[in-house]
C-alpha cells in the first residue's frame, strides 16, 4: 500500500503535469475520453503554449526531479516502446543538476572516515566540478601528492528514490491494467529492471568493484584507459578515484585542434564495446558523451562505473546470430531464433513472421551498409514482434541503451562509419568459438581438471549404486512415458557401452602417458609413441561404439 506521503506526491505531480499541457494526454485515454469536454474549462488549456508532447513530456521529467529524469533517459532509447518525436525529446533529457552544500558535502566524508577532510587530504577542493542526480565530484590531493577525485553520494537520496519508484510502479501497473499493449511490454518489469540499476548505483563500493574490474580487462590497452581506483579510501557513499585528464569526447573542434585521427577514434569506440560484449561480457553501460574523455594520443577515458551491465551466453549468441543473419538477409533465420529462443510463441507461423520480418527489413538494406544502424535493427525487430506478440527482454534494456549510445558517437565522430564492417570479425569469430572443434577443446581444457578429480571416485561411487541394487534399495521414480524413454535408451546404448568405456580407458590412459612428459621420453624415447597409439585406438573404439539406431 502506497504511503500517506505518497498521496501529497501525486498531487505534486498532477500539477506539474497540468502546468506542462500534458493533462491532454491523460483525458485521450479511453479511460477519461467520457469527460474530456471539461477540458475547455480549464484555464491552463487557454495559457499553455502550443509545443509539442514531446517537449511537453522532457519538461515535466526535468521539473518532476532526478529520479524522473534518469528514468527519461533511459525510456528514449526504448523506441520500441515510444513513437519517434516523444523518443527524440527524451534523448534530450541532462543529468545536470544544482550541487547540495559544501558543509553537507564535509560532513558525509568525515563520518565516512572519522576524519574531517583537510585531515584525511592534504588539499580538498570544497566545490564541486560536476553534479549529477545520484552524487557530485570534488578534487583532492592525497598526502603522498597524488591527484584524485572524491565522488560524494547526495544525502537523502535513498527514501527520495523509494518513494519515486513506489509511484513508477504504480504507473506501470496501472498500464498493464488499462492499455492493450501493456501486458505485453511488460512496463512492470521495465520498472523493476531501473529500479535495480538506480539503486546499484547508490553503493559506491559496486562502483568501485566494477571500475577495477573494467581496468583489469583493458589493462595495457592502447584503445580505452579506466582510472585507478584508492581502496583505502572506498566506503558505501564515497569513492576515491585517479583524476584524469582529457577532452571530452562531444567536443569535436578540439579533438581536432589536438591532431586526433576522428576516424580511428570511432573505430575504436566500435571495436571497445564489441570487445566487453563478447570478449569480455561485461560492459560500460553509461556510455553518454559526459561519461567519456580522449586522451591526446586518441587513446578513449572512461568515467563513472555505477550501471555496468553483462550477457549470458544464450543472449550474446542471440545477438550474434540474429545480426548476421539480419545481414546475411537470412529472414527465416531471424524468425526461427525468435521462436527457438522463447520470445516468440511456439505455434508461430515461421512463413508468416519471416515475411513481416522481410517486409520491414528490406527498406533498409537498401542503404548503403555505413548508413545503416544496428540499434534501430534491434528497434524495427521489436517492433515486428509485437504484431507476433513477442515480449520484449527487459535484459537486453542496458545493450540497446549502450549500443544505440555508441553509435550516435562514432557517426559523430566519423559520418561514414562501418559499424558492420567492425562488428563482423567479432561476432563471427564468436559463433566459430561456440561449435565446431575450438569449442570442444575450449570444453575440454575447462572440465579435464574435474574429471581428473572424480575418476578416482567413480569405482566406489559405481560400488555404492550396485551394492544398494543388489540389497534392493535403489529407488527410481519414473512415470511411464520415463519409462518408455528409459527402455528405448537402454535398448540403443546395451551393445556399445562397454566399447565406449573401453575407448574411453585407452584415451584417459594416453592422457595420462603423455602428462608424464619426462617419464615417458626417459622409458620410451624422444617420442611417446605408445599414447599415441593408444589414443588412437581409444578413439577408434568410440567411432565404432557411435549411437545408432535400436533393431
Same mark, same amino acid.
Given at each position: ?87 527524440? /525529446? ?83 501497473? !496501472? ?26 548505483? #547508490?553503493?559506491?563500493?559496486? /562502483? ?55 576516424? !580511428? ?104 551498409? !555505413? ?35 555508441? /553509435? ?18 567479432? #561476432?563471427?569469430?564468436?559463433?566459430? /568459438? ?9 570444453? #575440454? !581444457? ?90 588412437? #585406438? ?14
Amino acid at each position: 500500500m502506497a504511503r500517506f506521503g505518497d498521496f501529497f506526491r501525486l498531487i505534486y505531480i498532477s500539477q506539474v503535469l497540468m502546468r506542462n499541457g500534458l493533462d491532454e494526454l491523460i483525458l485521450a485515454s479511453h479511460l477519461f475520453r467520457p469527460v474530456r469536454f471539461l477540458k475547455i474549462a480549464m484555464p491552463w488549456t487557454w495559457l499553455a503554449r502550443k509545443t509539442g508532447r514531446g517537449v511537453r513530456i522532457r519538461r515535466t521529467l526535468e521539473d518532476l526531479g532526478p529520479i524522473f529524469v534518469k528514468f527519461g533517459q533511459i525510456l528514449s532509447t526504448r523506441r520500441d516502446l515510444l513513437p519517434d518525436d516523444i523518443a527524440d /525529446e527524451l534523448a534530450k533529457l541532462q543529468d545536470q543538476v544544482p550541487p547540495f552544500a559544501d558543509k553537507l558535502a564535509r560532513e558525509i566524508i568525515t563520518r565516512a572516515y572519522g576524519q574531517s577532510p583537510d585531515k584525511v587530504f592534504k588539499q580538498f577542493e570544497a566545490t564541486p566540478f560536476a553534479s549529477a542526480s545520484i552524487a557530485q565530484v570534488h578534487g583532492a590531493v592525497l598526502q603522498d601528492g597524488t591527484e584524485v577525485i572524491v565522488k560524494v553520494l547526495r544525502p537523502g537520496i535513498l527514501p527520495v528514490i523509494k518513494r519515486d519508484i513506489r509511484l513508477l510502479y504504480t504507473i506501470a501497473e !496501472k498500464l498493464e491494467s488499462f492499455w492493450s499493449a501493456g501486458k505485453q511490454l511488460r512496463p512492470v518489469e521495465v520498472v523493476a529492471e531501473f529500479e535495480k540499476t538506480i539503486l546499484d548505483e #547508490l553503493d559506491l563500493m559496486r /562502483e568501485a568493484a566494477n571500475a577495477s574490474q573494467l581496468r583489469r580487462n583493458f589493462l595495457n590497452s592502447e584503445e580505452l584507459y579506466v582510472p585507478e581506483v584508492y581502496w583505502p579510501y572506498a566506503r558505501r557513499n564515497v569513492l576515491v578515484m585517479e583524476r584524469i585528464e582529457g577532452i571530452p569526447i562531444g567536443n569535436i573542434d578540439e579533438l581536432k585542434a589536438a591532431g586526433i585521427d576522428l576516424e !580511428k577514434l570511432a573505430d575504436r569506440g566500435v571495436n571497445i564495446f564489441f570487445t566487453q560484449v563478447y570478449n569480455h561480457s561485461f560492459f560500460h553501460a553509461d556510455m553518454h558523451p559526459g561519461n567519456i574523455f580522449v586522451s591526446k594520443q586518441g587513446q578513449y577515458i572512461a568515467v563513472d562505473f555505477g550501471i555496468m551491465g553483462t550477457l549470458t551466453a544464450s543472449d550474446q549468441r542471440y545477438l550474434a546470430e540474429n545480426f548476421l543473419a539480419f545481414f546475411n538477409r537470412d529472414y527465416r533465420r531471424v524468425a526461427q531464433l525468435h521462436i527457438d529462443s522463447g520470445w516468440v510463441d511456439k505455434n508461430t507461423p515461421v512463413g508468416e513472421f519471416e515475411a513481416a520480418i522481410r517486409t520491414v527489413c528490406e527498406p533498409i538494406f537498401d542503404k548503403p551498409l !555505413k548508413e545503416i544502424s544496428f540499434g534501430h535493427l534491434l528497434i524495427r525487430l521489436f517492433e515486428t514482434g509485437r504484431r507476433f506478440n513477442m515480449e520484449v527482454q527487459p535484459q537486453l534494456v542496458l545493450l540497446e541503451k549502450t549500443l544505440l549510445n555508441i /553509435e550516435g558517437l562514432g557517426r559523430q565522430l566519423n559520418p561514414d562509419l562501418d559499424l558492420w564492417k567492425s562488428a563482423k570479425p567479432f #561476432l563471427q569469430r564468436w559463433v566459430a /568459438e561456440q561449435v565446431g572443434p575450438r569449442a570442444v577443446l575450449r570444453h #575440454l !581444457k575447462e572440465n579435464i581438471p574435474l574429471w581428473a578429480e572424480r575418476l578416482p571416485q567413480m569405482p566406489n561411487m559405481l560400488f555404492d549404486v550396485l551394492e544398494q541394487a543388489k540389497q534392493g534399495n535403489l529407488q527410481m521414480e519414473l512415470d511411464s512415458k520415463q519409462m518408455d524413454d528409459l527402455r528405448r535408451e537402454i535398448h540403443r546404448t546395451s551393445r556399445r557401452n562397454f566399447a565406449a568405456i573401453t575407448g574411453a580407458g585407452f584415451i584417459i590412459s594416453a592422457a595420462v602417458i603423455y602428462a608424464l612428459d619426462g617419464y615417458a621420453k626417459s622409458m620410451l624415447g624422444d617420442f611417446p609413441v605408445v599414447s599415441w597409439m593408444m589414443g588412437g #585406438l581409444g578413439v577408434a573404439i568410440l567411432f565404432a561404439a557411435w549411437p545408432r539406431e535400436p533393431d
